[in-house]
């Protein structure tokens, strides 16, 4: 059984920058594609970036295109999500998950299609 744990989150002021790691346990992650979700009160789970297994391919939602960028270390098992010039409306729980049995070159944007979850870790971004 896989688990996964984010970290790296915190408050920070409007234009900044934080980098999140989700450290994972068991054989899996290397053949896993994965990706990072988020979720702001009173609101439905988002996508919010996916890479492949190889780490070839990565998908964004366009609401953070260009201002974040999933990253893995298969060697670590270690996948993580740099979140550049953050707004307000990045606040949120953020969630990074795994999906196993994928092609390589696999970026899942649905969530429902995903194997296991971490725990979540909060990021809220001040005006």
């Known amino acids: 059984q896989v688990q996964l744990v984010e970290s790296g989150g915190g408050l920070v002021q409007a234009g900044g920058s934080l980098r999140l790691s989700c450290a994972a346990s068991?054989?899996?992650?290397?053949?896993?594609?994965m990706g990072w979700f988020r979720q702001a009160p009173g609101k439905q789970r988002a996508f919010v970036a996916s890479?492949?297994?190889?780490?070839?391919?990565?998908y964004y939602d366009d609401s953070v295109k260009g201002r974040f960028t999933i990253s893995r270390d298969n060697a670590k098992s270690t996948v993580y999500l740099q979140m550049n010039t953050l707004k307000p409306e990045d606040t949120a729980v953020y969630y990074c998950?795994?999906?196993?049995?994928?092609?390589?070159?696999?970026?899942?944007?649905?969530?429902?299609?995903?194997?296991?979850w971490g725990q979540g870790t909060q990021v809220t971004v001040s005006s």
């Open positions: 998950a795994g999906r196993v049995g994928v092609l390589p070159g696999t970026t899942t944007t649905n969530g429902a299609q995903y194997d296991y």
């Open positions: 068991g054989r899996t992650f290397s053949t896993s594609n």
């Open positions: 890479i492949s297994r190889d780490g070839v391919n990565a």
